[in-house]
Nanobody, 128 residues
Framework: QVQLVESGGGLVQAGGSLRLFCAAS????????MGWFRQAPGKAREFVAA????????YAANSVKGRFTISRDGAKNTVYLQMNNLKPEDTAVYYC?????????????????????WGQGTQVTVSS
């Protein structure tokens, strides 16, 4: 089992920044990749960014490229999502997820079904 706890969400004005944290505990050594997803009211959960736990590969959705950066600290078992130049359309609940299967193609980590563990989510609200 892997437990994930997100934090760092909040209310920010458009153009501002936030840094999300995902603290992992439990069988963290079984995690191969970590991902961030988001879900706005009335919409499906969508992929934001992913990173291999080794840190060698990252992947981000086109909608956040150049604005969001995913990173991880292996010693702290923590994954980060640095969000800059936030827009009102970034408003959503942000979820951290852990995948325990290796896939060579990073595209596979854009799929919700790839992840077996999820956090409870943290709310991000961007005002215009």
């Amino acid at each position: 089992q892997v437990q994930l706890v997100e934090s760092g969400g909040g209310l920010v004005q458009a153009g501002g920044s936030l840094r999300l944290f995902c603290a992992a505990s439990g069988r963290t050594f079984s995690s191969i990749a970590m991902g961030w997803f988001r879900q706005a009211p009335g919409k499906a959960r969508e992929f934001v960014a992913a990173i291999r736990w080794s840190g060698m590969n990252t992947y981000a959705a086109n909608s956040v490229k150049g604005r969001f950066t995913i990173s991880r600290d292996g010693a702290k078992n923590t994954v980060y999502l640095q969000m800059n130049n936030l827009k009102p359309e970034d408003t959503a609940v942000y979820y951290c997820a852990a995948a325990t299967t290796y896939f060579r193609d990073m595209n596979t980590y854009t799929l919700k079904e790839t992840y077996g563990y999820w956090g409870q989510g943290t709310q991000v609200t961007v005002s215009s």
